[in-house]
């Protein structure tokens, strides 16, 4: 399977170019169908024309009607050159009464109904498939069991391939962009930043986000922990060229677990502008580092602290942070609280689930739970409880995050 994102096809050229790729591909036996996005900036085009000629006054329903046809375009465009290069193809519009992607009417960020989807791909395009027969199929659309048009938000096109491969059971999922890989950074911020041979979708998640050109969180949530995915550069106008290779899956739901089977330690520093000296702060974590785990570390301007992994010797660790405060003025003094419990949660959709950070303590205050340090990254949220109140804990946030779950 491979998927062409709008940079791909933003002109002539570019189309000729993933068109021949593909051809080439199905001449050769290879049994391929093709996902593809709106040409260019299409999308962002027809968003402001219709948000500008309706002074913003359009439904979500009616924008995804008008936002639907740079993929609609597409797939007619594509599917058609294909057949001048002597290549069968036919193309799935979401008006077709055997459209694959099935979603609720959630207007403009629309969910797939997962055993639809599964069932109609299976019916209706992996027969053509075994036929040889090339399917182009528009990404970022779906359709309502009402069959009203929808689109499935940030990274749609991907969210349809990864549905797509899983339904098919195929070989590789190739994604081809405008960029050689998954890169070590945004090329548009840094001027050399290097190509990934391979990344593991649990950590191009953590950089996978609205402002890079990396693939969007809500769409790795639906890649099958089996599938073989390839990213690679329109550029080079060849499905076989090497990009790099994301492996493993997501955890679909929000969980909470024990994140260190043995008790914490919260050691606390006070002083003045603390944040200002990173040569304070790379000693202390140093310190720390030579004896036992860091498990967090909070930072403001007048103090900083250190989550570590209990051991039988702490004192003696204690007692060498403690000589390190004593070392420099802006560090006064230091407190310490034992016997914590390193809880953490995390899932695909944490981000995109308002309140739940509130949600959370609050079931713990009104447990009499204290929290002793709480700390927010990518797709996980890390608390520290009484390491006697860890079961309750985790039982109170479990009963909370089952109210929170997205479909």
Not at 74 to 90: D, N, P, T, Y
Not at 261 to 266: G, Y
Not at 282 to 304: A, F
Request: glycine letters at 8%; a neutral charge; charged letters at 25%.
């Amino acid at each position: 399977m491979v998927k062409y994102g709008g940079a791909s096809l933003a002109d002539h050229d570019r189309i000729l170019k993933a068109v021949t790729a593909v051809a080439i591909e199905a001449k050769k036996g290879t049994k391929i169908a093709v996902i593809v996005s709106a040409m260019g900036k299409t999308t962002d085009q027809l968003l402001s024309a219709a948000k500008n000629a309706s002074n913003g006054k359009i439904g979500k329903g009616e924008l995804d009607e008008i936002l639907a046809m740079g993929e609609r375009t597409s797939i007619r465009i594509f599917s058609v050159a294909l057949k001048a290069q002597g290549v069968e193809s036919r193309y799935f519009d979401p008006l077709d009464p055997d459209w694959p992607i099935i979603t609720d009417d959630t207007f403009t960020d629309a969910n797939p109904i997962m055993e639809k989807c599964r069932e109609r791909i299976r019916q209706h395009v992996l027969p053509l498939v075994k036929k040889g027969i090339v399917p182009v199929i528009a990404g970022f659309v779906g359709r309502t069991s009402d069959e009203r048009i929808t689109t499935l938000g940030r990274g749609g096109s991907d969210t349809t391939a990864f549905i797509l491969a899983e339904a098919l059971e195929a070989d590789e999922l190739i994604l081809v962009t405008d960029s050689e890989g998954i890169m070590s950074a945004d090329p548009k911020i840094i001027s050399k930043p290097e190509r990934l041979r391979e990344i593991d979708v649990n950590t191009l998640v953590g950089i996978a986000d609205s402002e890079t050109k990396f693939i969007h969180r809500k769409a790795l949530r639906y890649k099958d922990p089996s599938l073989k995915v390839r990213v690679i550069s329109h550029t080079h106008g060849d499905l076989n060229t090497e990009g790099t290779l994301i492996k493993g899956a997501l955890s679909t739901e929000l969980d909470v677990a024990l994140a260190s089977q043995s008790p914490a330690t919260s050691i606390t520093i006070v002083g003045r502008g603390v944040s200002e000296k990173p040569k304070i702060v790379q000693e202390l974590t140093q310190t720390v580092r030579n004896q036992t785990h860091l498990l967090g570390l909070s930072l403001n301007y007048d103090s900083v602290i250190l989550y570590v992994a209990e051991k039988a010797d702490l004192n003696s660790l204690l007692e060498e942070v403690h000589e390190t405060i004593s070392k420099h003025e802006e560090t006064i003094a230091m407190s310490v609280r034992k016997q914590l419990a390193f809880l953490k949660v995390k899932g695909v959709g944490l981000e995109e689930t308002p309140g739940l950070i509130g949600k959370i303590t609050e079931t713990l205050r009104l447990n009499d739970i204290n929290i002793f340090g709480l700390l927010t990254i990518t797709s996980s949220i890390l608390l520290f409880v009484n390491w006697n109140e860890k079961e309750k804990a985790l039982n109170l946030i479990k009963k909370s995050l089952r109210g929170n779950q997205k479909c």
